[in-house]
């Protein structure tokens, strides 16, 4: 069966607490969205489109190819990427999403991810991927995480929100819809609950 989700990676934040790119520390001799990505080629996704802000001359100084990437797919690994660069990322994380969501067709449903937050293991991916909801969550010992899947019904509808508005935020939108409509996936990888904010978080996590 075709695949008809799309992964949607955030890197567009300002990393104040971590203070460098989150997406360009090093991990193990890569970049640690490359390493990101390279999580995501494990599973059926076919298309990933990746939300850049703050920092994205970095990213492109850095990452060559996420330059051509921008105007049309690049093909990475099997895998085509496409990266779109909020122009006001101080409207925050919500208006990276919705640029982003501008760019995918409207019948797709969408995996939504922060760079922060490790890609956890492909069979909990794959699941969390076949899963057919208006929104699916990884839940890890009673906590949600990510990645969110969300059905094309429901984040069309995110684009009509203002984005300067305080409470046009994801995780106020899903509190708004029928519990009946919400799939919530028990996993046993911690990663789908992890923020890795701080040097000392990314330190932690890189002992293992």
Not at 164 to 179: A, F, G, M, Y
């Amino acid at each position: 069966m075709e695949n008809d989700t799309a992964f949607v990676l955030l890197a567009g934040g300002r990393s104040e607490r971590m203070g460098v790119p989150k997406g360009l520390l090093q991990y193990q001799n890569t970049y640690w969205i490359l390493e990101q990505i390279d999580r995501i080629t494990t599973s059926t996704i076919t298309e990933i489109y990746i939300g850049l802000g703050h920092y994205s001359q970095e990213y492109l100084n850095k990452i060559s190819w996420l330059n051509e990437a921008q105007s049309l797919f690049f093909l990475y690994k099997k895998i085509q990427i496409r990266v779109i660069i909020n122009q006001n990322p101080e409207l925050g994380t919500f208006s990276t999403l919705q640029n982003v969501l501008q760019q995918i067709p409207k019948n797709k449903s969408v995996l939504i991810n922060p760079i922060d937050v490790p890609i956890l293991n492909t069979t909990e991916l794959q699941t969390i991927i076949e899963t057919r909801n208006q929104i699916v969550l990884p839940n890890f010992e009673g906590k949600n995480g990510h990645p969110i899947k969300l059905h094309a019904d429901f984040w069309n509808k995110l684009l009509l929100l203002n984005p300067t508005n305080e409470n046009s935020r994801l995780d106020l939108e899903i509190k708004k819809i029928n519990p009946s409509s919400i799939t919530t996936i028990s996993v046993s990888d911690s990663c789908t609950v992890k923020n890795l904010n701080t040097v000392a978080e990314w330190m932690n996590y890189n002992k293992f």
